[in-house]
């Protein structure tokens, strides 16, 4: 969507907040021994309480309300009673939801306790490859130029990038146009991104795989190659300068 008005400034805030919030709360929620069907039901909880609603079982029928991805998934995780979280674990929790007609996506990976398999750099790449795409937006750059910067930045640290899966527009909905704000420099690309308009950025960082595969439940993608990926999301707001990061607290980005 594009912001043509204070009035839905206002509402992409609101929104963002609410899924900002129930994303740090989970992220520290998380303990071991806790299944991530404990954990999606706290998220929900926080949810609610905000007045906002689940986007993925919403707009897709997703088994839950938040995508929960442990150690080698990629993405997509349900959350399940079976799925125990252990100290050392790479979690990834991707919230996405509605509020008033608004819509929000803010994903983030980390390391349960200490950090025993080594997973920390992976996560460290990931969050700086985001902050650093993220301060390059603005209203003309070209969406493939920041899929070259995220790429490249994955290479300078030792890592791959995941090809098919991409930050997207939203707003009005949960996926919209453009459609793909990929990872990677891809020459067919020629969109840029404009000014005002609203974007989810995300990185897909990667140890090994570079396509992320579909597992026998529907929903789960793990990577072609095996392996351990990152993934961490934001939404703004694209302006003529520094983008607004709604999902950030509401913060630009200095």
């Not at 998380?30 to 954990?39: F, I, Q, W």
């Not at 994903?107 to 993220?134: C, E, M």
């Not at 640290?157 to 090809?163: A, D, E, L, Q």
């Not at 067919?188 to 897909?204: G, I, Q, Y």
Request: hydrophobic share 35%.
């Amino acid at each position: 969507m594009s912001i043509t008005k204070e009035a839905e400034l206002e509402g992409m805030k609101k929104v963002s907040e609410a899924v900002a919030l129930t994303l740090k709360a989970m992220c520290n929620y998380a303990r071991p021994g806790m299944t991530t069907k404990e954990l999606d039901d706290y998220g929900v909880k926080i949810l609610n309480d905000s007045g906002a609603k689940p986007a993925p079982s919403l707009t897709y029928g997703f088994p839950g309300a938040t995508c929960i991805s442990v150690n080698s998934e990629v993405a997509h995780g349900i959350p399940s009673e079976k799925t125990i979280l252990q100290a050392g674990d790479l979690i990834n929790i991707d919230v996405s939801a509605e509020l008033g007609g608004y819509w929000a996506d803010n994903g983030s990976s980390f390391v349960l306790g200490d950090d025993t398999n080594g997973h920390q750099p992976l996560v460290d790449a990931s969050k700086r490859i985001l902050k650093k795409a993220i301060s390059q937006i603005k209203g003309g750059v070209k969406i493939a130029d920041i899929g070259k910067l995220i790429e490249t930045e994955a290479k300078k640290s030792g890592y791959k990038v995941i090809r098919n899966l991409t930050g997207h527009g939203i707003g009005k909905s949960l996926h919209e146009e453009p459609h793909e704000i990929a990872n990677f420099f891809d020459r067919f690309n020629t969109t840029r991104f404009r000014k005002n308009s609203v974007v989810a950025v995300e990185t897909f960082i990667s140890t090994h795989s570079t396509i992320a595969e579909t597992q026998s439940d529907g929903w789960t993608l793990t990577g072609n190659k095996g392996g351990y990926v990152a993934q961490h999301e934001h939404t703004i707001v694209v302006t003529a300068d520094k983008p607004i990061i709604l999902t950030e607290m509401n913060k630009i980005w200095s």
